[in-house]
């Protein structure tokens, strides 16, 4: 079984994943109290996991700001940039690391508008042994003092990891971007789990 860790699984997971579920364990975590319900009724097989937590560098509690559009929900606060980014509401959320699951993941994808590297911060153990990893990245800010791609890379190179593709670059609004960057662990070429990563994306699988 391949172990593939979902962070921020609003709306469920990847086709590619779901059409593999016989060769994929899936552990999905999603804090957000709108999306939990669904959730559970689109990631429903045996060996798929929820989790009701956010991720975080360190345990502790999170506010969780809730937007008009809710695929920009964050915990961090975002910038006016526009009305669909303004702030419904706030909730408070239960934050952990990934790494206090013990899980052991062979690939990771994160997907929670901003907080990305910090969720990596918290999850260096469980990188140690994890093929793969994909992170939503802006190229600029949508949320006050979030970390953008740059951080990112630097951080993922410092653990053996190397940037492989990126999707798509689109736009939050004009002048803003981001993409998904997807990083493979150095010394992984030719494993049969790094095989089945890189079919996902050289099937044109696309983020989110």
Not at 20 to 31: N, Y
Not at 81 to 103: H, K, N, P, Y
Not at 158 to 175: E, P
Request: hydrophobic share 35%.
């Amino acid at each position: 079984m391949i172990k593939y860790v979902d962070v921020g699984a609003r709306g469920g997971v990847k086709q590619i994943v779901r059409l593999q579920k016989d060769i994929i364990e899936v552990h999905a975590f999603e804090p957000n109290p709108d999306e939990w319900e669904d959730l559970g009724k689109l990631v429903w097989w045996d060996n798929a996991k929820l989790y009701p937590y956010a991720l975080w560098s360190c345990d502790r509690t999170l506010d969780l700001y809730i937007t008009k559009n809710p695929g920009y929900t964050s915990v961090y606060k975002p910038l006016p940039l526009a009305e669909w980014l303004e702030v419904e509401r706030g909730e408070q959320v239960d934050a952990r690391t990934l790494d206090s699951f013990d899980i052991e993941p062979d690939f990771i994808k994160i997907d929670t508008q901003g907080s990305e590297l910090d969720i990596l911060k918290g999850s260096v153990r469980s990188l140690e042994g994890c093929t793969g990893v994909e992170a939503e990245v802006e190229l600029q800010r949508v949320y006050e003092d979030q970390p953008l791609k740059k951080d990112v890379d630097r951080f993922m190179e410092s653990l053996g990891f190397s940037l492989w593709k990126t999707t798509a670059v689109r736009a939050v609004v004009d002048g803003v971007w981001f993409t998904d960057a997807i990083y493979l662990k150095d010394g992984t070429e030719g494993t049969k789990t790094r095989q089945v990563i890189e079919s996902f994306y050289n099937k044109g699988v696309d983020g989110g």
